[in-house]
């Protein structure tokens, strides 16, 4: 039983999921502690994500521009108007894709490879999840200001994350052709 274990644990088949779900879980772990009441921790935590969602909200606002008749930011407040109605979106914790970043910078540590190439596909790889976000945090301004409650509701909880997710999974799987032998298959 031990051997077959260690030999699927070996095999990429196995491995791949494993080590994407080894990544969610050290962050699931980190993020317990990070929001622990009253710890030093949590206070780090809460301040880091205040001046990771104001950079998010400032750069957010220029790209909101040619589509409503003004928006500005103050911290994590989006404030946006078009026409008689303003609208206020909050960028918080889990705007910031910070876990999307995470298990991806994570997954590649995890991956065999050469450090010399993880060194630039991690940033490339950050970079690209927070744009992506960006381009994200745009769409869900915008559907708050003009569609439904309904319509905003599905598109922020499923269909924008499913966007992001799916471009990340892409660069995964990029990185994971890129690194294994011609003749092997994904």
């Not at 609208?87 to 991806?104: E, G, R, S, T, Y």
Request: hydrophobic share 55%; proline share 4%.
């Amino acid at each position: 039983m031990m051997d077959a274990l260690q030999k699927a644990w070996r095999e990429e088949r196995f491995n791949i999921p494993a080590r994407i779900i080894g990544a969610y879980i050290l962050w699931k772990v980190f993020h317990h502690f990070a929001k622990a009441p009253g710890t030093a921790m949590a206070v780090w935590w809460e301040h880091f994500v205040y001046r990771l969602g104001s950079i998010y909200a400032a750069i957010t606002v220029p790209l909101l521009s040619p589509f409503v008749d003004n928006a500005y930011s103050r911290g994590i407040d989006i404030y946006i108007t078009a026409g008689p109605t303003m609208k206020v979106v909050m960028v918080q914790d889990h705007c910031l894709a910070i876990p999307a970043m995470v298990i991806f910078a994570a997954t590649v540590i995890f991956f065999k490879g050469t450090w010399t190439d993880k060194l630039w596909f991690i940033p490339v790889g950050l970079l690209g999840v927070a744009l992506i976000n960006l381009v994200r945090l745009v769409f869900v301004c915008l559907t708050f200001l003009y569609a439904s409650d309904y319509y905003f509701r599905i598109n922020h909880s499923f269909v924008y994350v499913a966007l992001c997710y799916s471009f990340i999974f892409a660069m995964l799987a990029w990185w994971i052709r890129r690194r294994r032998p011609a003749a092997a298959s994904f």
